[in-house]
């Protein structure tokens, strides 16, 4: 579907300061689209949309959970993209309570505002973490929710109440769930950060890997591109329904030990010089996951534009290119 960004349409965008939030802000800034980005900033970084000198990028610190449809000053929003949230499986685990308040309450609150906008569409984030371990090898849209994590379980059921409020207020509501997306601007530091990025911090750093399990969990890792795409196509794509759920990822599983071995050669790094500890298999992990992508293909003719190989490949040359070593 040929997209025509001739036209400027307005988009809100939750939790822009972070990984995918700001690859979309850049996405649209290149198709000079206004954009107002929400962020608390609480994992997201302000040197992620540093915008000054475009005037139509407007940023408002703000908790999704006190955002009010006044705060936006009766601009004309066209897409809401809802992107903020407290990711990360352990995160959850450490804090239920502040995932399920951010990850459902400060959800359902975008949902309030959506309807008192009256936008044209809201597009939000989900996750394959609501599939669990699920015994079906390739996971679909119409398999049983199934999480077995406070995350999951939040993302789960935010939803559910969009499915069930996009039906009873008539709104356009789509959700995509994203299966371990990975890219720049993605966290590389903290407990909480995903595995590509923080092993590669790791390895720039001759630190030692940690694997949890012994390297064969997998999963259907998407490069950023291929998400900011989908998310572009849920704009604008018709879809008959109020509300509809999509996987978004490549349909093809990588395991953690053939990661670690691309990412050695892509670095260019010494095989032998690499340290790894393996540690016992963490709580609340899944250990295979893998899409179906066929729905999104139909619905929003949504295709992986590029596959995992060539994805770290472009985000390892592109950190080179940034700080000369990675
Ligand atoms: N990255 C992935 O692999 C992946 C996979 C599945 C789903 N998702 C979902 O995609 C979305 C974006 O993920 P990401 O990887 O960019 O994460 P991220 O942590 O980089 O970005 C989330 C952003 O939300 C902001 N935020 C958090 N709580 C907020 C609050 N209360 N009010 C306002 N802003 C708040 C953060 O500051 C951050 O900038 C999330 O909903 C996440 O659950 C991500």
Redesign the pocket.
Known sequence: MKINFKKKFTWLI?????????NLIKFLIKKKQNIIC????????KK?INYKNYKNFKFLK????K?KSSNLKKKKIDFII??????SVPRSFNNPQKTNS??VD?SLNIIKICQEIKCKKLV??????IYGNSKKNIKSENDRQNPISP?GVS?ATFENYAEILANFYKLKIIGL??????GP???EKGAYS?VIPKWLGLLNKDKTIQINGDGTTSRDF?YIDNVVNAIILSCFKNTNNYFEIFNIACQKTINLNYVLKKLVYYMRLNKKKIKIKNLPFKKGDIKMSLANINKAKKLLNYKPMIQFDQGLEIYINNKIKKNKSI
Do not use: P
């Open positions: 939750t939790g822009g300061a972070g990984f995918i939030g700001s929400i962020d608390n900033l609480e994992t997201g970084f992620n703000i908790d999704i959970r955002l809802h992107l903020a949230a407290l990711g951010v990850n400060g939000f984030a989900s996750s394959s973490s995350y993302k769930r994203f299966f371990n997306v990975f601007n993605q966290n995903a998407t």
